[in-house]
């Protein structure tokens, strides 16, 4: 007799990219685990590349929902409490796994009064330490006193980096059984996708004999996207026909596109949103840059080495430095420093031996972050509880 399988609900806040990235490997599981699939909120700009069924609580984004003074999030957050526990109610789900802190205190909130025999595998892949930085002190204060009290009902907790566990065990003082598993990928999808061909409007951005940087993710403050234009500006000056693309959107669009207005630089950057496909961008150019200001992990810079194209990153708390091994397979600077990314620019463009060595590392670098590897981390985790 077959054995019946797990009941899994994963609630996630959207359809974003890093969550959707994770879900759509997850759903790899579905031969082992009955998985079903909920989110807060739909998202209102973002790469959703992600083909995926999903029960939604709101048909589009609240932007400013989430832990802050103003009292109208929090009749939200009790309205979503209340839709987790019918869910839970009506399914009866084994497993509860939650991705990041707003849905791993609703759902430790919500197993705790109306599922109590579940386990809660709670997943954490934010910065909570500088995320709550942005926030005021009452608002902190608020968030790691509920997070204290309410994330013991946690079960195991999966950290995405050594970084992030550091800071979620610091933060909000988790006694829980805490684990570490990376993301991951599946190079031969890479291999396939990085092949295809880029769509025919901007097949012209890739022609020519000029060096091209390309850079991804959401245009917020976290990104500070306006530090590496300012490193554009100062490098394109010194390196003959160098170009910037970049793929995004974002609540900083206008003004990043007032900046390269500015700074002159029109000809020479160019805006083309989010694209499906990223790796035949990726693979067309010739240097990949993040000016992050702190991550959790930072996915991106995984699509970017499995392409072997070379990296040069912030050294932003906490992922790049993992993943780069302390600048062994990338090229590490300080945050927001214009000098130290324009001078590794020009350093890793102008010396040919240099840019082939971490190109080499690139790919080596992609080899241990395997898509299988991690599934099967999470398979067997889940199968222990």
């Known amino acids: ?11 996630i806040k959207n359809k974003n990219s890093a969550s959707g990235t994770f879900v759509s490997q997850f759903l790899k599981l579905r031969e082992i685990f009955d998985i079903k699939i909920y989110a807060f909120e739909k998202i209102n700009f973002g790469n959703n590349k992600h083909d995926i069924s999903i029960q939604y609580y709101a048909e589009k984004s609240r932007t400013n929902s989430g832990f802050n003074l103003n009292p109208i999030p929090y009749l939200s957050l009790i309205n979503e409490f209340i839709w987790l526990g019918r869910i839970f109610m009506l399914n009866h789900p084994d ?25 809660l595998v709670a997943t954490a892949r934010n910065n909570i330490i500088e995320v709550s930085k942005r926030k005021n002190f009452a608002v902190r204060l608020l968030l790691r006193i509920i997070g204290r009290i309410i994330l013991k009902r946690v079960d195991v907790f999966i950290c995405v980096s050594d970084g992030v566990k550091r800071s979620y065990r610091k933060f909000f003082k988790i006694e829980s059984r805490m684990y ?3 993301d991951g990928l599946n190079l031969t999808d890479v291999n396939k996708f990085k092949n295809m061909p880029i769509p025919r409007e901007h097949t012209s951005l890739f022609k020519g004999d000029f060096k091209k940087i390309i850079s991804i993710g959401r245009f917020e403050e976290q990104k500070d ?17 160098l170009r910037l693309i970049l793929i995004g959107d974002g609540r900083q669009r206008q003004m990043l596109e007032e900046m390269v207005l500015k700074l002159k630089l029109e000809k020479y950057v160019h805006f083309i949103g989010w694209q499906k496909n990223i790796y035949p961008y990726l693979a067309a ?3 990949f840059i993040l000016s992050t200001k702190y991550e959790g992990f930072s996915y991106v810079i995984l699509e970017a080495i499995a392409t072997g194209i070379p990296v040069i990153s912030t050294d932003a708390p906490y992922g790049p430095s993992e993943i780069l091994g302390n600048g062994k397979y990338g090229i590490l600077v300080p945050v927001g420093s214009v000098f130290k990314m324009s001078e590794a620019i020009i350093s890793i463009i102008n010396n040919k031996l240099e840019y082939k060595k971490y190109a080499l590392k690139s790919l080596k670098r992609a080899n241990f972050y395997r898509e299988d590897v991690m599934l099967l981390k999470y398979q067997k985790l889940i199968d222990s509880i």
């Open 180 to 182: 570490v598993i990376p």
């Open 95 to 119: 497993i509860v796994l939650s991705v990041d802190v707003r849905c791993n205190i609703l759902a430790a909130l919500s197993i705790k009064y109306f599922l109590p025999k579940s386990k």
């Open 225 to 241: 996207f306006p530090t590496l234009l300012k490193v554009f500006s100062k490098t394109q000056g010194k390196i003959k026909d």
């Open 1 to 11: 007799m077959k054995a019946k399988k797990k009941k899994i609900a994963i609630i």
């Open 285 to 287: 150019s010739d240097l």
